[in-house]
């Protein structure tokens, strides 16, 4: 038996604490805050109650693995259900979709119906390729441990797998291949905002993320996605695991030149044979190690979000779970983050699940907004996110932009909480706010991201910041392979 320490209780951090639990190790699992979860967060207030971090699983098969490794099937403890339709989108020229959850040939039904003959065998051909992707690089990108270039030289050996995956290419220019109405391409692009990241630079690898949600279905949890949060910790205390919040780790320790433990902010020190960082890896590499790593380069940070969660009086006919609402012109949106500068006509995001559990009365809506935001990073000349007279104004856009679109809850709004990419950065550790840790950008993004094996023996990342990336599905991937590492008891 090790011991084992994981530092940070995100759903990165209780998976691998749960999975390594299960195979016979001692663990510990240390949080910062009062509570865990990390971005599977909740707020309720007046019985207006909202999920402030993801709001629907995709990839079901990962968090059904993970329950099955560790105990009883997910089903057991929580209520999953499959969304139909996924999301409404209304583009910029006001036509309007439901794409549904059935599959590939009702999304491209549905495309077809809405947007016009042929957009539907656009898609279609897209997502053939997409699906071409993921048999590629599934294996090696998502399920493996990162071996830096000799994962490429894997597939570089397999010519007609390096012609699909196209490494070279980004994620617009692949979709250009297939889609030659403006709407799918926006569609598109907005799937690069899922790792936020920017569809001109986003490697065409992603084109697997829209595959995903539409060939396995996105999924529910009734009574809040948090709720996964505190079922995985569940089954980590199940399997012997001991969670402590309100422990901040201010250093991991070092002996004989590799990963012995970590000191908490207390002075308290725990040993341990294995450490596992559940946090960013920007903090682990720059604050937490005795002699600080380099941190990933900032340009390389994803970008942020800013958030509205609205209590509003009455119900808004024909609402969706998920609603998407594009701008004009969506390339001046990354052409603002770009800038490090809050985007003056954004994207918006609304999610409101038509759950009893998350409203006080039958009349009443709990909207969660989200628009794209740059992260927090008043030191390096870009956005100061602590700025009053900015919330405020920023406040203003993103419910201006919702009336513009057809959505004016102005009137109905009986308060609102306000979250920034400051209020991210400290409520979680992630560097500036960045919710997907780096973004990915560029050919080479895969092979820059932490990989899950850190230079320090006995030192393993785990989460969003770490590979495969950040979502539900990668961070629980990522447990996995890093479960897979350290090895059996």
């Known amino acids: 038996m090790s011991r084992v320490v994981v530092v940070g209780a995100g759903f990165g951090g209780l998976s691998v604490a749960a999975r390594l639990a299960a195979q016979g190790h001692s663990v510990d699992v240390f949080e910062q805050g009062p509570e865990v979860g990390g971005k599977l967060g909740w707020f309720s207030r007046d019985g207006f109650s909202f999920d402030t971090g993801p709001s629907l699983l995709t990839l ?82 998502l399920e493996s441990a990162l071996e830096g270039p000799r994962t490429l030289l894997r597939l570089a050996k397999d010519v007609r797998g390096l012609r699909t995956v196209a490494p070279w290419s980004s994620l617009r220019g692949v979709g250009r291949q297939y889609l030659q ?111 600080p790593r380099l941190r990933p380069p900032r340009r390389l940070r994803s970008s942020s979000g800013f958030v509205l969660l609205l209590a509003l009086e009455g119900r808004t006919p024909g609402l969706r779970h998920h609603t998407v609402l594009f701008p004009d012109d969506y390339d001046a949106e990354f052409a603002d983050l770009a800038a490090g500068r809050p985007v003056a006509d954004p994207t918006v995001y609304v999610s409101a699940p038509d759950d009893p559990a998350l409203r006080p009365a039958d009349d009443t809506e709990a909207w969660f907004v989200l628009v794209n935001a740059p992260v927090h990073d008043p030191e390096g000349g870009g956005t100061d996110w602590r700025s009053e007279d900015l919330v405020r104004r920023h406040t203003d856009v993103v419910l201006d932009a919702l009336a513009r679109r057809g959505l004016d809850v102005r009137s109905r709004l009986r308060w609102a909480e306000v979250r920034t990419p400051a209020d991210l950065e400290e409520r979680t550790g992630s560097d500036g706010g960045a919710i997907y840790g780096t973004a990915s950008n560029g050919p080479r993004s895969a092979f820059l991201r932490p990989a899950n094996r850190s230079p320090v023996p006995g030192l393993f990342l785990v989460g969003g910041s770490s590979h495969p990336g950040g979502g539900l599905p990668l961070v629980g991937l990522s447990a996995r392979i890093v479960t897979d590492l350290v090895g059996p008891a």
Do not use: C, M, N
Request: net charge negative; proline share 6%.
């Open 60 to 141: 079901p098969a990962v968090q059904r693995d993970l329950f099955l490794k560790t105990g009883d099937p997910v089903e057991s403890v929580l209520d999953v259900v499959q969304l139909d339709p996924v999301a409404h989108y209304r583009f910029g020229d006001g036509t309007e979709v439901d794409l549904p959850g059935g599959g590939l040939p009702q999304v491209a039904r549905a495309l077809d119906d809405a947007l016009g003959a042929g957009t539907g065998a656009q898609w279609t051909a897209f997502q053939r390729r997409a699906a071409e992707i993921w048999d590629v690089a599934r294996e090696p990108f």
């Open 181 to 291: 109405d403006p709407r799918l391409r926006t569609l598109l692009d907005r799937y690069a905002t899922y790792s936020g990241s920017d569809p001109g630079r986003a490697p065409a690898a992603l084109a697997t993320v829209p595959f995903v949600e539409q060939a396995f279905g996105a999924w529910y949890v009734r009574g809040g996605l948090h709720l996964l949060a505190q079922a995985v910790a569940d089954r980590a205390r199940e399997g012997g695991a001991r969670i402590t919040t309100d422990a901040p780790v201010e250093r991991v320790l070092e002996e004989g030149g590799r990963a012995a433990g970590v000191r908490l902010a207390d002075g308290t020190e725990v040993r341990a044979d294995v450490v596992v960082s559940a946090v960013d890896a920007a903090r682990l590499y720059g604050h937490l190690l005795p002699r």
